[in-house]
């Protein structure tokens, strides 16, 4: 494949920009396919030990679901600090039509946990306007829908490893790591992961 470089310098500006586009556009094509052949790559295994949590059932095909879409949104988080909305609020819908479908009983725990988890992430970032996004705050809709009253355990074990980040980001770092920032969705979803299997 050609490259920019091997254009005269006199070659139309416009087709310079679309040639360094294209590249750009490759490599970022790259990156995302090991990115989510990483994030499969971690979902196989989790999704194979749930099967063996839950057996052939209701709570397993939620699981099934959810795994894979958490491992690609911790992807993208780490690499692009976003989650994006075309994956977190469909999959929140899905779930939680899934949770209500499954176990009528507890659909009032789930729309609660899916509201309450979010409402815990949006206040600090109201009063405060640092620290979260609202992208965590979507992602965390989706975890309360998929984990009822036990996302209230996914979001401690995911502070308490946030904070253990940071605290070797602080020893190795001194005092200016306290203006270093870092994704938190995946902590989010690791504390998430944890309170799945331990239901």
Request: proline content about 5%.
């Amino acid at each position: 494949m050609a490259s920019f470089t091997d254009y005269p310098p006199e070659a139309p500006s416009r087709v310079l920009v679309a040639l360094r586009r294209y590249e750009a556009g490759d490599t970022i094509r790259r990156l995302a396919t090991h990115r989510f052949a990483g994030a499969a790559a971690i979902a196989a295994p989790l999704v194979a030990l749930a099967y063996l949590r839950f057996g052939a059932s209701g709570r397993f095909a939620v699981a099934a679901f959810l795994i894979p879409v958490l491992c690609v949104l911790a992807a993208i988080d780490l690499a692009e600090r976003r989650l994006p909305n075309r994956i977190v609020l469909p999959a929140t819908a899905v779930v939680l039509i899934a949770q209500i479908a499954l176990s009528p009983d507890r659909a009032l725990e789930w729309t609660l946990a899916a509201l309450g988890g979010a409402l815990v992430l949006l206040l600090p970032l109201i009063v405060l306007r640092a620290g979260v996004g609202m992208g965590d705050v979507k992602l965390m809709l989706l975890l309360g829908a998929a984990l009822g009253a036990a996302v209230v355990t996914g979001f401690l074990v995911a502070s308490l490893a946030a904070g253990a980040y940071a605290a070797v980001l602080l020893v190795r770092g001194g005092a200016e790591a306290r203006q270093t920032a870092f994704a938190f969705g995946p902590f989010l979803i690791f504390g998430a992961l944890v309170a799945l299997f331990l239901q």
